[in-house]
Protein backbone atom coordinates (compact mmCIF):
# COMPACT_ATOMS: atom_id res chain seq x y z
CA UNK A 1 0.00 0.00 0.00
CA UNK A 2 1.33 3.66 -0.91
CA UNK A 3 2.04 5.53 1.66
CA UNK A 4 -0.51 8.51 1.58
CA UNK A 5 0.61 12.14 2.23
CA UNK A 6 -0.75 13.84 4.43
CA UNK A 7 -0.28 17.47 2.78
CA UNK A 8 -2.53 16.53 -0.54
CA UNK A 9 -5.31 15.30 2.02
CA UNK A 10 -5.20 18.72 3.62
CA UNK A 11 -5.13 20.68 0.45
CA UNK A 12 -8.12 18.82 -1.13
CA UNK A 13 -9.98 19.15 1.99
CA UNK A 14 -9.29 23.03 2.03
CA UNK A 15 -10.31 22.93 -1.28
CA UNK A 16 -14.08 21.39 -0.31
CA UNK A 17 -14.43 24.08 1.99
CA UNK A 18 -13.92 26.51 0.03
CA UNK A 19 -15.72 25.36 -2.54
CA UNK A 20 -18.69 24.35 -0.49
CA UNK A 21 -20.45 27.67 -0.19
CA UNK A 22 -19.85 28.54 -3.96
CA UNK A 23 -22.02 25.17 -4.56
CA UNK A 24 -24.83 25.55 -1.98
CA UNK A 25 -25.79 28.91 -3.64
CA UNK A 26 -28.26 28.51 -5.81
CA UNK A 27 -28.21 30.10 -9.23
CA UNK A 28 -31.10 32.13 -10.16
CA UNK A 29 -31.41 31.46 -14.46
CA UNK A 30 -34.31 32.50 -16.76
CA UNK A 31 -34.90 31.96 -20.34
CA UNK A 32 -35.27 34.77 -22.75
CA UNK A 33 -38.45 34.72 -24.48
CA UNK A 34 -37.97 37.44 -27.06
CA UNK A 35 -34.83 39.18 -28.13
CA UNK A 36 -34.83 42.13 -30.76
CA UNK A 37 -32.68 45.16 -31.63
CA UNK A 38 -30.36 44.28 -28.00
CA UNK A 39 -33.17 44.31 -26.03
CA UNK A 40 -33.83 40.36 -24.42
CA UNK A 41 -37.18 39.84 -22.64
CA UNK A 42 -36.27 36.87 -19.89
CA UNK A 43 -38.94 34.75 -17.96
CA UNK A 44 -37.86 33.29 -14.83
CA UNK A 45 -35.62 35.63 -13.09
CA UNK A 46 -38.40 36.61 -10.05
CA UNK A 47 -35.75 38.36 -8.08
CA UNK A 48 -33.73 40.41 -10.53
CA UNK A 49 -33.36 44.23 -8.98
CA UNK A 50 -33.55 47.46 -11.62
CA UNK A 51 -29.99 47.87 -12.59
CA UNK A 52 -28.61 44.45 -11.87
CA UNK A 53 -26.19 42.98 -14.61
CA UNK A 54 -27.62 39.27 -16.19
CA UNK A 55 -25.10 36.81 -18.05
CA UNK A 56 -26.73 35.22 -20.76
CA UNK A 57 -25.37 32.36 -22.07
CA UNK A 58 -23.31 33.43 -25.02
CA UNK A 59 -20.91 35.51 -22.48
CA UNK A 60 -22.31 39.20 -23.21
CA UNK A 61 -23.80 40.86 -19.81
CA UNK A 62 -27.33 43.15 -19.75
CA UNK A 63 -29.17 45.62 -17.54
CA UNK A 64 -32.09 45.06 -16.00
CA UNK A 65 -33.97 48.37 -17.34
CA UNK A 66 -37.84 46.68 -16.93
CA UNK A 67 -39.40 44.78 -14.37
CA UNK A 68 -42.44 43.53 -15.49
CA UNK A 69 -45.34 41.17 -14.05
CA UNK A 70 -43.92 38.12 -15.52
CA UNK A 71 -40.72 39.20 -17.10
CA UNK A 72 -38.08 41.34 -17.22
CA UNK A 73 -36.32 43.79 -19.75
CA UNK A 74 -32.56 43.52 -20.22
CA UNK A 75 -30.74 46.00 -22.41
CA UNK A 76 -27.70 43.86 -23.93
CA UNK A 77 -24.07 45.44 -23.50
CA UNK A 78 -23.16 44.14 -26.69
CA UNK A 79 -24.23 41.67 -29.66
CA UNK A 80 -27.06 39.76 -29.53
CA UNK A 81 -25.52 37.16 -31.73
CA UNK A 82 -25.53 33.41 -30.65
CA UNK A 83 -28.85 34.55 -28.43
CA UNK A 84 -32.10 33.54 -29.58
CA UNK A 85 -35.45 32.30 -28.13
CA UNK A 86 -34.99 29.97 -25.12
CA UNK A 87 -31.19 30.90 -24.68
CA UNK A 88 -30.36 30.86 -20.89
CA UNK A 89 -29.99 34.10 -18.42
CA UNK A 90 -28.55 34.07 -15.16
CA UNK A 91 -28.68 36.30 -12.64
CA UNK A 92 -25.05 37.87 -11.05
CA UNK A 93 -26.71 39.61 -8.02
CA UNK A 94 -24.10 42.53 -8.56
CA UNK A 95 -25.03 46.30 -10.01
CA UNK A 96 -23.54 46.99 -13.39
CA UNK A 97 -20.13 48.54 -12.42
CA UNK A 98 -16.74 49.79 -14.07
CA UNK A 99 -13.27 49.10 -13.04
CA UNK A 100 -11.91 52.71 -11.45
CA UNK A 101 -7.78 53.57 -10.67
CA UNK A 102 -4.75 55.10 -10.51
CA UNK A 103 -4.06 52.54 -14.17
CA UNK A 104 -6.68 54.87 -15.95
CA UNK A 105 -4.99 57.97 -16.54
CA UNK A 106 -3.89 58.40 -19.78
CA UNK A 107 -5.66 55.45 -21.27
CA UNK A 108 -8.78 55.22 -24.59
CA UNK A 109 -11.64 52.84 -22.63
CA UNK A 110 -15.25 52.26 -23.94
CA UNK A 111 -18.32 52.23 -21.84
CA UNK A 112 -17.83 49.30 -19.83
CA UNK A 113 -13.83 50.47 -18.91
CA UNK A 114 -11.97 47.98 -21.59
CA UNK A 115 -8.97 49.23 -22.83
CA UNK A 116 -9.73 50.21 -27.06
CA UNK A 117 -6.34 52.00 -27.33
CA UNK A 118 -4.11 49.02 -28.04
CA UNK A 119 -1.59 49.11 -25.33
CA UNK A 120 -2.58 46.05 -23.51
CA UNK A 121 -5.02 44.90 -20.23
CA UNK A 122 -5.45 47.99 -17.29
CA UNK A 123 -4.48 46.67 -13.66
CA UNK A 124 -7.85 48.29 -11.74
CA UNK A 125 -8.08 49.35 -8.11
CA UNK A 126 -11.47 48.84 -7.97
CA UNK A 127 -14.88 48.71 -9.16
CA UNK A 128 -17.47 51.00 -8.80
CA UNK A 129 -21.09 50.84 -9.92
CA UNK A 130 -21.95 53.07 -12.82
CA UNK A 131 -25.14 54.57 -11.12
CA UNK A 132 -24.01 56.00 -7.36
CA UNK A 133 -26.59 58.14 -4.89
CA UNK A 134 -25.42 62.42 -5.11
CA UNK A 135 -23.43 63.37 -2.12
CA UNK A 136 -25.86 64.80 0.64
CA UNK A 137 -26.32 68.61 0.85
CA UNK A 138 -24.12 68.28 4.07
CA UNK A 139 -21.78 66.27 2.66
CA UNK A 140 -20.81 69.19 0.38
CA UNK A 141 -19.10 72.57 0.66
CA UNK A 142 -19.88 75.62 -1.62
CA UNK A 143 -17.64 76.31 -4.63
CA UNK A 144 -14.85 78.53 -4.14
CA UNK A 145 -11.96 77.73 -5.76
CA UNK A 146 -11.46 78.86 -9.24
CA UNK A 147 -10.99 76.34 -11.81
CA UNK A 148 -9.06 78.19 -15.08
CA UNK A 149 -9.67 77.64 -18.32
CA UNK A 150 -7.51 79.63 -20.13
CA UNK A 151 -9.90 81.51 -22.27
CA UNK A 152 -9.92 84.74 -21.56
CA UNK A 153 -14.03 85.43 -22.42
CA UNK A 154 -14.49 83.05 -20.00
CA UNK A 155 -12.12 83.08 -17.05
CA UNK A 156 -12.85 87.05 -16.88
CA UNK A 157 -16.80 87.18 -17.14
CA UNK A 158 -18.11 83.72 -16.61
CA UNK A 159 -15.91 82.09 -14.16
CA UNK A 160 -16.17 78.22 -13.60
CA UNK A 161 -15.18 77.36 -10.02
CA UNK A 162 -14.25 73.46 -8.70
CA UNK A 163 -17.06 71.26 -7.87
CA UNK A 164 -19.29 73.34 -10.46
CA UNK A 165 -21.45 72.64 -13.51
CA UNK A 166 -21.13 74.47 -16.34
CA UNK A 167 -22.92 73.74 -19.64
CA UNK A 168 -21.32 74.53 -22.90
CA UNK A 169 -24.30 74.70 -25.66
CA UNK A 170 -24.32 76.11 -29.19
CA UNK A 171 -25.39 74.80 -32.53
CA UNK A 172 -23.07 72.60 -34.42
CA UNK A 173 -19.80 73.80 -35.60
CA UNK A 174 -19.55 76.24 -33.09
CA UNK A 175 -17.18 75.09 -30.90
CA UNK A 176 -18.05 73.66 -28.19
CA UNK A 177 -15.29 70.60 -27.98
CA UNK A 178 -12.79 73.07 -28.91
CA UNK A 179 -13.75 75.02 -25.26
CA UNK A 180 -13.99 72.10 -23.29
CA UNK A 181 -10.58 70.26 -24.86
CA UNK A 182 -8.62 74.26 -24.20
CA UNK A 183 -10.07 73.63 -20.66
CA UNK A 184 -8.43 70.21 -20.53
CA UNK A 185 -4.70 71.16 -22.22
CA UNK A 186 -4.84 74.77 -19.74
CA UNK A 187 -4.83 71.97 -16.41
CA UNK A 188 -1.26 70.84 -16.80
CA UNK A 189 0.00 70.92 -13.76
CA UNK A 190 -2.49 72.24 -11.66
CA UNK A 191 -2.90 69.06 -10.10
CA UNK A 192 -6.15 68.19 -11.91
CA UNK A 193 -7.48 64.76 -13.34
CA UNK A 194 -9.52 65.15 -16.57
CA UNK A 195 -11.68 63.07 -18.19
CA UNK A 196 -13.52 63.69 -22.26
CA UNK A 197 -16.78 61.48 -22.47
CA UNK A 198 -17.54 60.86 -26.07
CA UNK A 199 -21.18 59.42 -26.43
CA UNK A 200 -22.34 58.95 -29.89
CA UNK A 201 -18.93 61.09 -31.57
CA UNK A 202 -17.44 59.57 -34.76
CA UNK A 203 -14.46 57.37 -34.43
CA UNK A 204 -12.29 59.35 -36.17
CA UNK A 205 -13.38 62.79 -34.70
CA UNK A 206 -12.43 60.91 -31.14
CA UNK A 207 -9.08 59.84 -32.20
CA UNK A 208 -8.28 63.50 -33.36
CA UNK A 209 -9.14 64.56 -29.77
CA UNK A 210 -6.39 61.83 -28.37
CA UNK A 211 -4.02 63.00 -31.08
CA UNK A 212 -4.43 66.79 -29.85
CA UNK A 213 -4.33 65.83 -25.71
CA UNK A 214 -0.96 63.69 -26.83
CA UNK A 215 0.29 66.05 -28.93
CA UNK A 216 0.31 68.98 -26.04
CA UNK A 217 0.94 66.44 -22.59
CA UNK A 218 -2.31 66.59 -21.35
CA UNK A 219 -3.26 62.43 -21.69
CA UNK A 220 -0.69 62.41 -18.80
CA UNK A 221 -3.72 63.05 -17.02
CA UNK A 222 -6.66 62.46 -18.72
CA UNK A 223 -8.63 59.67 -19.23
CA UNK A 224 -11.19 59.36 -22.53
CA UNK A 225 -13.70 57.37 -22.45
CA UNK A 226 -15.23 56.41 -25.92
CA UNK A 227 -18.97 55.21 -26.89
CA UNK A 228 -18.87 56.13 -30.73
CA UNK A 229 -21.59 56.53 -32.92
CA UNK A 230 -20.79 52.93 -33.81
CA UNK A 231 -21.75 51.58 -30.06
CA UNK A 232 -25.69 49.99 -29.38
CA UNK A 233 -27.81 52.39 -27.68
CA UNK A 234 -27.21 50.75 -24.46
CA UNK A 235 -23.28 50.95 -24.41
CA UNK A 236 -24.14 55.11 -25.39
CA UNK A 237 -26.49 55.22 -22.24
CA UNK A 238 -23.91 54.53 -19.46
CA UNK A 239 -20.90 55.80 -21.20
CA UNK A 240 -21.47 59.72 -18.90
CA UNK A 241 -22.19 57.16 -15.85
CA UNK A 242 -18.98 54.72 -16.26
CA UNK A 243 -16.58 58.39 -16.53
CA UNK A 244 -18.45 59.48 -13.29
CA UNK A 245 -17.69 56.44 -11.38
CA UNK A 246 -13.63 56.87 -12.57
CA UNK A 247 -14.37 60.63 -11.48
CA UNK A 248 -15.87 59.54 -8.28
CA UNK A 249 -12.70 57.30 -7.47
CA UNK A 250 -10.37 60.33 -7.39
CA UNK A 251 -12.85 62.74 -5.83
CA UNK A 252 -12.84 60.33 -3.06
CA UNK A 253 -9.61 60.18 -2.68
CA UNK A 254 -9.27 63.92 -2.21
CA UNK A 255 -8.53 64.63 -5.80
CA UNK A 256 -9.79 67.72 -7.96
CA UNK A 257 -11.15 66.12 -11.38
CA UNK A 258 -12.82 67.65 -14.98
CA UNK A 259 -15.27 66.08 -16.75
CA UNK A 260 -16.91 67.10 -20.23
CA UNK A 261 -19.90 64.95 -21.55
CA UNK A 262 -19.92 65.47 -25.10
CA UNK A 263 -22.34 65.44 -25.58
CA UNK A 264 -25.69 64.90 -23.97
CA UNK A 265 -28.02 65.99 -27.16
CA UNK A 266 -26.77 62.35 -28.23
CA UNK A 267 -27.28 60.81 -25.04
CA UNK A 268 -30.80 61.34 -24.69
CA UNK A 269 -31.34 60.12 -28.16
CA UNK A 270 -29.61 56.98 -27.18
CA UNK A 271 -31.60 56.60 -24.10
CA UNK A 272 -34.83 58.04 -25.99
CA UNK A 273 -33.89 54.76 -28.52
CA UNK A 274 -33.55 52.13 -25.98
CA UNK A 275 -36.82 53.07 -24.03
CA UNK A 276 -38.81 53.13 -27.10
CA UNK A 277 -37.61 49.73 -27.84
CA UNK A 278 -38.37 48.57 -24.19
CA UNK A 279 -42.12 49.71 -25.12
CA UNK A 280 -42.01 52.79 -22.10
CA UNK A 281 -44.50 55.29 -23.55
CA UNK A 282 -43.13 58.09 -25.50
CA UNK A 283 -43.65 62.15 -24.01
CA UNK A 284 -42.94 65.32 -25.22
CA UNK A 285 -40.73 65.19 -28.61
CA UNK A 286 -40.84 61.01 -28.15
CA UNK A 287 -38.41 61.38 -25.10
CA UNK A 288 -39.21 59.10 -22.22
CA UNK A 289 -41.32 61.07 -19.06
CA UNK A 290 -37.74 60.04 -16.97
CA UNK A 291 -35.38 62.28 -19.39
CA UNK A 292 -35.11 64.54 -17.39
CA UNK A 293 -34.15 62.12 -14.37
CA UNK A 294 -31.43 60.64 -16.73
CA UNK A 295 -29.72 63.79 -16.85
CA UNK A 296 -29.94 65.24 -13.45
CA UNK A 297 -29.25 61.75 -11.32
CA UNK A 298 -25.61 62.19 -13.60
CA UNK A 299 -24.73 65.66 -12.87
CA UNK A 300 -25.51 65.42 -9.50
CA UNK A 301 -22.70 63.37 -8.64
CA UNK A 302 -20.46 66.45 -9.80
CA UNK A 303 -19.72 68.41 -6.66
CA UNK A 304 -16.91 69.81 -4.13
CA UNK A 305 -16.98 67.94 -0.85
CA UNK A 306 -15.89 69.35 2.72
CA UNK A 307 -13.21 68.59 4.43
CA UNK A 308 -14.45 65.60 6.44
CA UNK A 309 -15.44 63.45 3.15
CA UNK A 310 -11.66 64.31 1.78
CA UNK A 311 -12.37 68.05 0.16
CA UNK A 312 -12.36 66.26 -3.36
CA UNK A 313 -14.48 67.33 -6.66
CA UNK A 314 -15.68 67.01 -9.59
CA UNK A 315 -16.18 69.64 -12.28
CA UNK A 316 -18.85 69.26 -14.94
CA UNK A 317 -18.73 70.66 -18.26
CA UNK A 318 -22.14 69.28 -20.21
CA UNK A 319 -22.05 70.07 -23.67
CA UNK A 320 -25.47 70.76 -25.62
CA UNK A 321 -25.75 70.79 -29.18
CA UNK A 322 -29.09 72.40 -30.28
CA UNK A 323 -31.15 73.32 -34.04
CA UNK A 324 -30.81 76.61 -34.93
CA UNK A 325 -30.40 78.63 -31.81
CA UNK A 326 -33.12 77.09 -30.08
CA UNK A 327 -32.59 76.84 -26.64
CA UNK A 328 -36.05 76.36 -25.31
CA UNK A 329 -36.54 72.73 -26.41
CA UNK A 330 -36.75 70.02 -24.88
CA UNK A 331 -33.35 68.69 -23.62
CA UNK A 332 -31.90 72.25 -23.40
CA UNK A 333 -34.11 73.56 -21.54
CA UNK A 334 -33.64 70.68 -19.02
CA UNK A 335 -30.15 71.11 -18.61
CA UNK A 336 -30.11 74.61 -18.09
CA UNK A 337 -32.54 74.10 -15.16
CA UNK A 338 -29.62 71.67 -13.88
CA UNK A 339 -26.46 73.46 -14.26
CA UNK A 340 -24.86 76.18 -12.90
CA UNK A 341 -24.64 78.47 -15.68
CA UNK A 342 -24.46 78.51 -19.24
CA UNK A 343 -21.87 79.36 -22.31
CA UNK A 344 -24.15 79.89 -24.93
CA UNK A 345 -22.18 79.85 -28.45
CA UNK A 346 -23.49 81.38 -31.56
CA UNK A 347 -23.28 80.48 -34.76
CA UNK A 348 -23.30 84.22 -36.10
CA UNK A 349 -20.41 85.27 -33.93
CA UNK A 350 -18.42 82.56 -35.07
CA UNK A 351 -18.63 82.89 -38.69
CA UNK A 352 -17.65 86.44 -38.28
CA UNK A 353 -14.18 85.25 -36.95
CA UNK A 354 -15.11 85.81 -33.09
CA UNK A 355 -13.57 82.98 -31.73
CA UNK A 356 -14.55 81.64 -28.94
CA UNK A 357 -18.07 82.59 -30.04
CA UNK A 358 -19.14 83.21 -26.67
CA UNK A 359 -22.63 85.46 -26.58
CA UNK A 360 -21.84 87.80 -23.65
CA UNK A 361 -26.06 88.56 -22.96
CA UNK A 362 -26.88 84.84 -23.12
CA UNK A 363 -24.12 83.29 -21.20
CA UNK A 364 -23.82 83.27 -17.05
CA UNK A 365 -21.89 81.88 -14.39
CA UNK A 366 -24.44 81.11 -11.21
CA UNK A 367 -21.41 80.63 -9.07
CA UNK A 368 -19.99 83.93 -10.02
CA UNK A 369 -17.42 86.05 -8.65
CA UNK A 370 -17.22 83.20 -5.25
CA UNK A 371 -14.87 81.34 -8.10
CA UNK A 372 -12.72 83.88 -9.47
CA UNK A 373 -9.29 84.94 -7.95
CA UNK A 374 -9.37 88.19 -6.64
CA UNK A 375 -6.66 89.88 -8.84
CA UNK A 376 -9.27 88.71 -12.08
CA UNK A 377 -12.31 90.09 -10.02
CA UNK A 378 -10.75 93.34 -9.92
CA UNK A 379 -9.57 93.76 -13.32
CA UNK A 380 -12.98 92.63 -14.92
CA UNK A 381 -15.54 94.53 -12.93
CA UNK A 382 -16.18 96.72 -16.20
CA UNK A 383 -16.17 94.05 -18.74
CA UNK A 384 -19.14 92.68 -19.76
CA UNK A 385 -21.27 95.91 -19.11
CA UNK A 386 -18.58 97.72 -21.38
CA UNK A 387 -19.55 95.23 -24.36
CA UNK A 388 -23.43 95.42 -23.59
CA UNK A 389 -23.29 98.74 -23.97
CA UNK A 390 -21.08 98.44 -26.85
CA UNK A 391 -23.29 95.52 -28.72
CA UNK A 392 -26.57 98.34 -28.28
CA UNK A 393 -24.79 101.34 -29.46
CA UNK A 394 -23.05 99.03 -32.70
CA UNK A 395 -27.20 98.65 -33.34
CA UNK A 396 -28.28 101.57 -32.85
CA UNK A 397 -25.49 103.66 -34.95
CA UNK A 398 -25.61 101.51 -37.70
CA UNK A 399 -27.94 104.31 -39.47
CA UNK A 400 -25.94 107.58 -38.41
CA UNK A 401 -22.84 108.99 -39.90
CA UNK A 402 -22.32 111.17 -37.53
CA UNK A 403 -20.93 110.26 -34.07
CA UNK A 404 -20.36 112.33 -30.62
CA UNK A 405 -16.75 112.08 -29.26
CA UNK A 406 -18.27 109.98 -26.26
CA UNK A 407 -20.04 107.50 -28.87
CA UNK A 408 -17.30 107.24 -30.91
CA UNK A 409 -14.93 106.07 -27.62
CA UNK A 410 -17.35 103.48 -26.40
CA UNK A 411 -17.49 102.00 -29.76
CA UNK A 412 -13.75 102.35 -30.51
CA UNK A 413 -13.26 100.91 -27.02
CA UNK A 414 -15.73 97.94 -27.73
CA UNK A 415 -14.29 97.00 -30.61
CA UNK A 416 -11.04 96.39 -28.99
CA UNK A 417 -12.69 94.30 -26.42
CA UNK A 418 -13.92 91.83 -29.03
CA UNK A 419 -10.68 91.60 -30.41
CA UNK A 420 -9.11 91.52 -26.99
CA UNK A 421 -11.22 88.55 -26.47
CA UNK A 422 -10.33 86.53 -29.39
CA UNK A 423 -8.30 83.36 -29.52
CA UNK A 424 -6.69 80.62 -31.48
CA UNK A 425 -7.46 77.00 -30.64
CA UNK A 426 -4.96 74.76 -28.20
CA UNK A 427 -3.73 78.66 -27.21
CA UNK A 428 -5.13 78.75 -23.48
CA UNK A 429 -3.55 81.58 -21.45
CA UNK A 430 -1.92 81.68 -18.00
CA UNK A 431 -2.97 83.44 -14.94
CA UNK A 432 -0.61 86.73 -15.36
CA UNK A 433 -1.67 87.11 -19.48
CA UNK A 434 -5.15 87.12 -18.61
CA UNK A 435 -4.31 89.78 -15.74
CA UNK A 436 -2.39 92.36 -17.56
CA UNK A 437 -3.91 92.07 -20.63
CA UNK A 438 -7.48 92.78 -18.99
CA UNK A 439 -6.06 95.67 -16.55
CA UNK A 440 -4.62 97.46 -20.33
CA UNK A 441 -7.95 96.90 -22.15
CA UNK A 442 -10.43 98.00 -19.22
CA UNK A 443 -8.37 101.06 -18.50
CA UNK A 444 -8.74 101.89 -21.76
CA UNK A 445 -4.88 101.92 -22.58
CA UNK A 446 -5.44 100.41 -25.73
CA UNK A 447 -7.60 102.92 -27.17
CA UNK A 448 -5.24 104.21 -29.75
CA UNK A 449 -3.73 101.24 -31.00
CA UNK A 450 -5.04 100.22 -34.66
CA UNK A 451 -7.75 97.39 -34.38
CA UNK A 452 -5.59 95.68 -36.75
CA UNK A 453 -2.52 95.85 -34.75
CA UNK A 454 -4.07 94.47 -31.89
CA UNK A 455 -3.33 90.79 -32.16
CA UNK A 456 0.82 91.85 -32.39
CA UNK A 457 0.39 94.10 -29.41
CA UNK A 458 -1.53 91.74 -27.24
CA UNK A 459 1.61 89.07 -27.44
CA UNK A 460 4.11 91.58 -27.37
CA UNK A 461 2.89 93.43 -24.46
CA UNK A 462 3.21 90.05 -22.43
CA UNK A 463 6.45 88.86 -23.51
CA UNK A 464 7.55 92.57 -22.95
CA UNK A 465 6.20 92.00 -19.02
CA UNK A 466 7.57 88.87 -18.61
CA UNK A 467 11.11 89.48 -20.08
CA UNK A 468 11.67 92.75 -18.10
CA UNK A 469 9.32 92.75 -15.01
CA UNK A 470 9.36 88.69 -13.93
CA UNK A 471 8.89 89.25 -10.56
CA UNK A 472 5.45 91.22 -11.01
CA UNK A 473 4.64 87.93 -13.04
CA UNK A 474 5.32 85.71 -10.32
CA UNK A 475 3.67 87.61 -7.52
CA UNK A 476 0.14 87.85 -10.23
CA UNK A 477 0.23 84.10 -10.27
CA UNK A 478 1.22 83.20 -6.61
CA UNK A 479 -0.82 85.59 -5.07
CA UNK A 480 -3.34 85.80 -7.38
CA UNK A 481 -4.13 89.10 -5.97
CA UNK A 482 -3.48 92.42 -7.05
CA UNK A 483 -2.38 95.87 -4.98
CA UNK A 484 -3.04 99.25 -6.39
CA UNK A 485 0.91 99.76 -6.79
CA UNK A 486 0.67 96.85 -9.37
CA UNK A 487 -2.27 98.12 -11.18
CA UNK A 488 -0.35 101.65 -11.57
CA UNK A 489 2.94 99.39 -12.67
CA UNK A 490 0.97 97.57 -15.61
CA UNK A 491 -0.72 101.24 -16.71
CA UNK A 492 2.75 102.79 -16.84
CA UNK A 493 4.89 100.23 -17.81
CA UNK A 494 1.76 99.21 -20.92
CA UNK A 495 2.11 103.15 -21.54
CA UNK A 496 5.67 103.38 -21.78
CA UNK A 497 5.39 99.85 -24.12
CA UNK A 498 2.73 101.90 -26.39
CA UNK A 499 6.00 104.53 -27.47
Known amino acids: MSNINPNEIISVLKNEIDDYDRKMVVQETGTVVQISDGIANVYGLNHAMYGELIEFENGVRGIVQNIEMKSVGCVLLGTDYGLSEGSKATRTGKKAGVPVGEALIGRVVNSLGNPIDGKGAIEASDYYPIENEAPGVIDRKSVSVPLQTGILAIDSMFPIGRGQRELIIGDRQTGKTSIAIDTILNQKGQDMICIYVAIGQKASTVAKIVSTLTKHGAMDYSIVVSSPASDPAPLQYIAPYAGTAMAEYFMHQGKDVLIVYDDLSKHAVAYRAMSLLLQRSPGREAYPGDVFYLHSRLLERSSRLDEAHGGGSITALPIIETLAGDVSAYIPTNVISITDGQIFLESELFFSGIRPAVNV ?53 GNRLVELLKQPL ?19 LLLNVPIKEIKTFKKELVEHFENNYPDLVEEIETKKALTEEMIEQIKKVTIEFKK
Do not use: W, Y
Open 361 to 413: GLSVSRVGGAAQTKAMKKVSGSLRIDLAQFREMEVFTQFSSELDKSTRELLDH
Open 426 to 444: AKPMSLHEEVILLCAATNR
